[in-house]
């Protein structure tokens, strides 16, 4: 059986990364994990940027680019990932005027078809990456069986949030099962706490507009990988039963530790998981 | 060179056109029509079909084609269409299990994305013959405009039913004007009274039973649609007519109509 990669996004480490990319780098190196995920290259010159991963060894997999930055040249995101040599382009995030549901998602949906087939096209593949917002209802099924339904397998993969899958109700591994053979990638992202009604995760890390203060989140806080309330080992039995070949390991916010301090545990945690199954 | 073409949809007189489809081409000849859209080729070779448009000096532009047809024998329509001389092939999505609204429209939507690009390969311009079901709304719009949006643009393009759009209480003209450009066939289909779910406006008497009427001789503004068609470049204007008016001859009402649209002076 092939051997099952750990991945880190390297967005869970981002100030680290944004001070000290080879630095960093080499730390996950050295914690075990086999490739990283980018989301953004913090400045830096894409072909410096391979340079950093021949040195320390570390497989680039997948880079989160934003929507908005593929609208805006699609080309040049294709050209800088060939650069780095990651094999997946993932749409990490949709805003609430492009999502599904909203007015924009059919235009949403062409251009995650043109631009799934043009990174095709350039031998790599493109990947969606969920939050728990497309678990809305769009013509009597979630929004994001909706995208995977309408778009053909060869040019769109799921990359699988199992924080916010569970966060939406639903089981990760059922649903890393569901799209067996094409969930190349897994995002492995534990946590505590549940979805409360007006309150928004995202505005915990930044990236969405929200009434809510961070301090009324406090019932929900993100963990390292097997430190929360996720049932980690079914996941990853589902994932590797459905072809993944690599669990990659995401904590948008870790409190009371260093996310690098939270990246060895998590790294850890999971080796173990591997080696028993 | 003519403004726009007239044509008819072959489903107008169904019955004839399965008896004997040379004797109702050559009827719809004779009333002046310059083309015809087929719905399938009535259980003709495309050849046999080809030759008989070739005899009366009949273009077949079209044909309507029921999306599980077009699914399961893709490449054979396509070849057969090239046969024929149709430039376009018209959707229809009538299964309530794949229809905007239920789960199944998805993998339907990514279907016809896949059979409008084999189709533009072979120089056929896929058309979405919509009825009343795709103005429901989806993801914050009507399901009608969802798909235009959402599929790339040139690879479909709608082929607009002004009973449909007014039924659901649209203005044709404005549907028309939306897809300047993209229009090519516009379905003119007149109609009087008032029907279960339809929408109705100001003026309109509900209490009229309704029936199919030939064109201009209805509820339709039909001058500003021709208008309208002209003006977004539309390329053929299509008489459809569900069933005849009064029970009578498809033929009589497909007179009535072309009379209507030679004065009009088309």
Known sequence: ?277 | MKKIMLGYQLLSCYKQASENLYDALKQIKELGYDGVEFIGFFGHEAVEVRAMLDELGLVGMSTLMPFPNLKDDLYKIINDCRIVGCKYIAILLMDPALIPGSAGFASALRDIIHMAGVAREAGIQLLYHHHGWEFGELSGKPALDFMMEAVSEGLLWPEIDCYWVKNAGCDPVEYIKKYSGRCDIIHLKDYVGYRDGAVMFEGEDESVPFEFKPVGHGWQDTPATIEAGIAAGAKWLVVEQDAPSNGSDPMSDARASIEYLKNYGL
């Open chain 1, 1 to 277: 059986m092939k051997k099952t990669m750990i991945g880190y996004q390297v967005y869970s480490a981002r100030d680290d990364a944004a001070k000290d990319l080879l630095g960093t780098l080499k730390s996950l190196k050295a914690m075990g994990y086999d490739g990283v995920e980018f989301a953004g290259f913090y400045g830096i010159d894409p072909k410096v940027v391979k340079e950093y991963l021949d040195e320390t060894g570390l497989v680039a997999i997948s880079h989160h680019v934003p929507f908005a930055a593929m609208r805006e040249d699609i080309f040049k995101v294709i050209y800088e990932n060939k650069t780095i040599g990651c094999k997946y382009i993932a749409i990490p995030f949709l805003d609430d005027e492009t999502r599904p549901g909203s007015a924009g998602f059919a235009e949403t949906l062409k251009d995650i078809y043109r631009f799934g087939k043009l990174i095709k096209e350039a031998g790599m593949q493109l990947l969606y990456h969920n939050h728990d917002f497309e678990f809305c209802k769009v013509s009597d099924q979630y929004g994001l069986d909706f995208m995977y339904d309408a778009v053909p397998e060869c040019i769109l993969q799921t990359e699988i949030d199992c924080c916010w899958v569970k966060y939406a109700g639903e089981d990760p591994a059922e649903y890393v099962r569901k799209y067996a053979g094409r969930c190349d990638l897994v995002h492995l992202k534990d946590y505590v706490g549940r979805k409360e009604a007006g309150k928004n995760p995202y505005a915990l890390i930044g990236v969405d507009k929200d009434t809510a203060s961070a301090d009324e989140g406090v019932a929900f806080e993100f963990r390292p990988v097997g430190y929360g309330c996720q049932d980690i080992p079914s996941i990853i039995k589902a994932g590797q039963e459905s072809g993944a070949e690599w669990f990659i390991v995401e904590q948008d916010l870790s409190i009371g530790r260093t996310p690098l301090e939270a990246a060895k545990m998590s790294v850890e945690y999971v080796r173990g998981v591997l080696a028993n199954n």
